[in-house]
């Protein structure tokens, strides 16, 4: 095989990363986001192996007119930045579709710099590695549906015979609402004020009935930069 020959099959495997990057869309508009992440890793892949490749064909002393540097960007800002923020959307792992803009110009800005990676291509600073923070979002989800399945029966046994008025201490998302006998009610305290969209999500899924949403006390002090300091002391609920 010529040496250009060998540099071609080099970009076209950089540029295949493009393709895997569609075909990841087209997945998450088919609501398939078991192929969408595998196609995700298999991009994460084809990134891994092509610089080593191109390094090892001299792909810029033979093909000195093609920025195969330039190439990869953009495959990666496919890859790594928009596949993955759709994803985000599109599976409801985001308290709102706008949580996933800043990331999109952010990762514009850190792609355009000239000095956004070393001589071998490793990233300087934090890397728009956006596709590995929405396998792990969607991971998490996969797990609790895994868990749901194995150990239903075991917490349905626990839980069912339960007192009228349950009280759990870091409710967290309410994972445990689903297993509650109907009638039961439950006060969920979750001080976490980043778990507070998803406590009501459950709540809502399963369903629940809200009795109260009671928050802090009227003289518990707030500091605007600190989000933590507005919290939901409990929620009243009961299961319907």
């Known amino acids: ?16 990363g493009a393709v895997v990057g569609v075909a990841a869309l087209l997945a998450i508009g088919a609501q398939d986001f078991s192929l969408a992440a595998l196609l995700m890793l298999v991009a994460l892949f084809i990134d891994s192996v092509d ?11 033979v093909l000195p007119r093609f920025d195969g540097r330039r190439l990869d960007d953009m495959v990666d800002y496919l890859n790594y930045v928009i596949v993955p923020c759709v994803f985000l959307v599109a599976g409801g792992l985001l308290p709102h579709w706008w949580a996933a803009a800043p990331p999109i110009p952010a990762s514009a800005y850190g792609f355009s710099q000239v000095d956004a990676k070393t001589e071998d291509d490793f990233f300087l600073g934090f890397p728009s590695y956006w596709n590995v923070i929405a396998i792990y979002a969607w991971l998490l989800e996969v797990l609790d549906g895994y868990q749901h399945r194995k150990y239903a029966a075991l917490k349905r046994e626990m839980f069912g015979g339960l007192s009228h008025t349950v009280l759990e201490l870091g409710a967290g998302d309410g994972a445990n609402f689903r297993y509650l006998a109907p009638g039961t009610r439950v006060i969920a305290i979750e001080p976490n004020v980043h778990m507070h969209r998803w406590l009501r999500a ?12 009671a928050g802090e006390a009227p003289d518990h002090p707030q500091l605007l930069a600190v989000p933590e300091t507005h919290y939901l002391k409990c929620a009243v609920l009961q299961a319907i």
Not at 1 to 16: E, I, P, W
Not at 202 to 213: G, I, K, Q, S, T
């Open 1 to 16: 095989m010529s040496r250009v020959a060998l540099a071609l099959g080099v970009h076209g495997l950089t540029a295949s």
């Open 51 to 61: 610089g080593t490749l191109a390094r090892a064909a001299r792909v810029k002393e």
């Open 202 to 213: 459950r709540a809502a899924r399963h369903p629940f009935r809200v009795l109260d949403w």
